[in-house]
């Protein structure tokens, strides 16, 4: 599990973007990665990044796409993993 610094949402929200576009990963894959909420990740890239660095939110916003255009294949995955584990 990695750890961010809470203090700092400038580099946070970079942390973040980076690692979403590194891994195409999910903003749940994120949250769970740095054990954070996931409506803190989401506000931090759709919300901050865009304030920090723009490129890179333009990239993250890429990904953000994909997940949503897909969501739909995965339909319940999480949840269904979820009631699995218990």
């Known amino acids: ?3 961010v610094h809470k203090d700092s949402i400038k580099e946070r929200c970079v942390i973040f973007a980076r690692h ?3 891994n195409k990963s999910t903003v749940r ?3 769970a990665d ?3 909420s996931k409506s803190t990740v ?3 890239i759709t919300q901050a990044l865009k304030k920090v660095d723009i490129g890179l939110y333009e990239q993250a916003k890429e990904v ?3 997940n949503k255009k897909e969501r739909h294949i995965r339909g319940g995955e999480a ?3 979820k009631y699995i584990l218990g």
Do not use: S
Request: hydrophobic content about 50%; cysteine-free.
């Open 1 to 3: 599990m990695k750890t």
């Open 79 to 81: 949840t269904r993993r």
């Open 64 to 66: 953000l796409e994909i």
């Open 34 to 36: 740095f054990n954070i």
């Open 29 to 31: 894959a994120v949250a």
């Open 42 to 44: 989401h506000k931090d």
């Open 20 to 22: 979403l576009i590194d």
